[in-house]
Structures are given as structure tokens and as C-alpha cells.
């Protein structure tokens, strides 16, 4: 699965993404950041959609993961051109 190149666009479109491609895209996201969320898994079908359990993780984790979510927004707010 490749990553979405404008995302504000794959999350309004509600695009078809296997579940297991989506935890192998994250699970390998979080590893170049030495993140993990020990339990996240497929969480099967509903409503014709999969979905992807996060599971359980630690406050430190996720206070981890918010950090590298904000370095990530900053830094492709630095390459999109001003509006």
C-alpha cells in the first residue's frame, strides 16, 4: 500500500484499504520512529469496511506518537505553498 500523497483528500474520499495492508503500512510507519502498538490487528468487516484495532499502548507512546504526528504536520505545512 502506498502512502497517501494529500491527505486531507484520502480521508474525504473514504477509499476501499485492506485491513491488513493498513497494519503493515502503519506497524512499518511507527518502526522507523521506534513506535509500536504491540496489539493492533485487523479488526475485521463491518459495514463493508475494514477495520484496524490500535489496541492498547502506553501514555508514553502515545504522547511519542502526537509528537511525531506534529513534526510531520509542520513539516508539510513548510512544502505547501501558501494559500
Given at each position: 500500500m502506498?502512502a497517501?500523497?494529500?491527505?486531507?483528500d484520502?480521508?474525504?474520499?473514504?477509499v476501499?484499504v485492506d485491513?491488513?495492508?493498513a497494519?503493515?503500512?502503519?506497524?512499518?510507519?511507527?518502526?522507523?520512529?521506534?513506535?509500536?502498538f504491540?496489539s493492533m490487528r485487523?479488526g475485521?468487516?463491518?459495514l463493508g469496511?475494514?477495520?484496524?484495532?490500535?489496541g492498547?499502548?502506553?501514555a508514553?507512546?502515545?504522547a511519542q506518537?502526537?509528537?511525531v504526528?506534529?513534526a510531520?504536520?509542520?513539516?508539510?505545512?513548510l512544502?505547501?505553498?501558501?494559500?
Amino acid at each position: 500500500m502506498e502512502a497517501p500523497t494529500n491527505l486531507s483528500d484520502e480521508a474525504s474520499n473514504e477509499v476501499e484499504v485492506d485491513a491488513d495492508e493498513a497494519v503493515e503500512a502503519l506497524r512499518t510507519a511507527l518502526e522507523r520512529v521506534h513506535l509500536r502498538f504491540p496489539s493492533m490487528r485487523n479488526g475485521g468487516t463491518v459495514l463493508g469496511r475494514d477495520l484496524v484495532e490500535l489496541g492498547g499502548c502506553s501514555a508514553a507512546v502515545v504522547a511519542q506518537l502526537a509528537v511525531v504526528v506534529n513534526a510531520g504536520v509542520d513539516a508539510l505545512a513548510l512544502r505547501t505553498p501558501e494559500q
